[in-house]
């Protein structure tokens, strides 16, 4: 049974197509800097189509896991920078305080909210 693997922009695997058509040796998959996974994506009479609906959902959920991740590190920054702890991270206080605030509201009842906030710089 041919098979690609499919590859985050890191080149790092995050799945794998099933019944490849012959021939196809790469596809890419992004919408919005994000990969699709395998469960978007379908073979149908030898192409390969993408369930735009599930693309979305899988999206918002990697958006709501990146939201997660950011806001675990910036509660970090926020707590070093409010103990006076000069060294580390470009910004100040209320910058680090925006950025999290602006993390919260980038996925709003599931919709993700235009380009994902830039840390302090």
């Given at each position: 049974m041919p098979y690609a693997y499919i590859q985050d922009s890191d080149f790092r695997t995050v799945g794998m197509l099933q019944n490849v058509p012959a021939g196809v040796e790469s596809v890419e998959?992004?919408?919005?800097?994000?990969p699709a996974t395998p469960e978007a994506l379908t073979i149908v009479g030898g192409a390969i189509e993408v369930d735009p609906v599930k693309v979305e959902s899988l999206n918002t959920l990697a958006e709501?896991?990146?939201?997660?991740?950011?806001?675990?590190?910036?509660?970090?920054?926020?707590?070093?920078?409010?103990?006076?702890?000069?060294?580390?991270?470009?910004?100040?206080?209320?910058?680090?305080?925006?950025?999290?605030?602006?993390?919260?509201?980038?996925?709003?009842?599931?919709?993700?909210?235009?380009?994902?906030?830039?840390?302090?710089?």
């Open positions: 998959f992004q919408r919005g800097g994000l709501e896991a990146w939201v997660a991740e950011e806001l675990a590190g910036a509660d970090v920054v926020v707590n070093m920078k409010a103990d006076g702890h000069s060294r580390g991270s470009a910004g100040n206080l209320a910058q680090w305080r925006q950025y999290r605030n602006d993390l919260r509201n980038h996925v709003i009842g599931g919709v993700v909210q235009g380009e994902r906030p830039s840390k302090p710089s």
